[in-house]
């Protein structure tokens, strides 16, 4: 589902380089569950945002279903993660000033779905993670673990193939974490490919496979250094 050969992101200011991947080889089967793990600003997130086709590297190919799509310009890329790829992150970024219902619709208007169906799937995928009695109410009056879990219906309501999670925990206390990291269990026990960045290792507990970054490589998790 997912190759890369020799990725590479080198960001460029105008007094710095930073080279936040230095070739990285990966390989990630349709079905597996994955948590990419390592110190702070070894570049997990610059990564996951490559594989989810928010970034673009400087070098190397990435192949996304067979289609090499590292070289795509911003435009293209939007439009070909569209549907196919569910972002979740850190801080949930749900939409404030709208309800829980209303964000996960959102998702579906943006995939453009009409609205008989939108409807129906809110109501379903809000059931599935659990929050349909929280559906007319904001992001505020909901705890974390919930806000994660509405990010999360808001990712798969469009039934991407894969899900990309960046510390989907990291500000999560350790009861609503294990809420999150069962459903997002289970999404992937339904056939959906995950990708997770972690600094839990419990949350990779749940995980098929680990890939250890460091200094932007992949290393063996038997190195001395982690
Ligand atoms: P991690 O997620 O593992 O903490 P990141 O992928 O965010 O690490 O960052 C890897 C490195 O790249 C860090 O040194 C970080 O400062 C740098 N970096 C990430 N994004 C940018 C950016 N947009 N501009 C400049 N440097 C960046
Ligand atoms: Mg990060």
Redesign the pocket.
């Known amino acids: 589902m997912i190759r890369t050969e020799n990725l590479t992101r080198i960001?460029r200011?105008e007094e710095v380089e930073?080279i936040?991947l230095n070739g990285v080889n990966i390989e990630v089967e349709d079905g597996e569950f994955i948590a990419i793990m390592?110190?702070?600003?070894?570049?997990?997130?610059?990564?996951l945002n490559i594989l989810g086709l928010l970034d673009s590297p400087t070098e190397g190919k990435y192949w996304l279903n067979n289609e090499e799509v590292g070289h795509l310009k911003e435009r293209e890329r939007t439009a070909y993660r569209k549907g196919r790829i569910g972002f979740v992150f850190q801080n949930f970024n749900l939409i404030d000033e709208l309800t829980v219902e209303e964000n996960v619709d959102l998702q579906l208007k943006y995939l453009g779905v009409g609205k008989a169906e939108r409807k129906e799937r809110v109501l379903e995928i809000l059931r599935k993670v659990k929050l349909s009695h929280r559906a007319k109410h904001y992001p505020h009056q909901l705890s974390g673990g919930q806000q994660q879990r509405v990010a999360i219906a808001r990712a798969v309501v469009g039934k991407p193939s894969i899900i990309l999670a960046d510390e989907p925990t990291g500000n999560l206390d350790s009861k609503n974490g294990m809420e999150v990291m069962q459903l997002l269990s289970e999404l992937n026990e339904e056939g959906t490919t995950i990708v997770m960045?972690t600094h839990s290792k419990h949350d990779a507990t749940y995980a098929s496979r680990i890939i250890n970054?460091f200094d932007?490589q992949v290393v063996d998790a038997m190195n001395d250094q982690l």
């Open positions: 960001f200011t930073t936040a390592g110190p702070s600003g070894c570049g997990k997130s610059t990564l960045v970054l932007g």
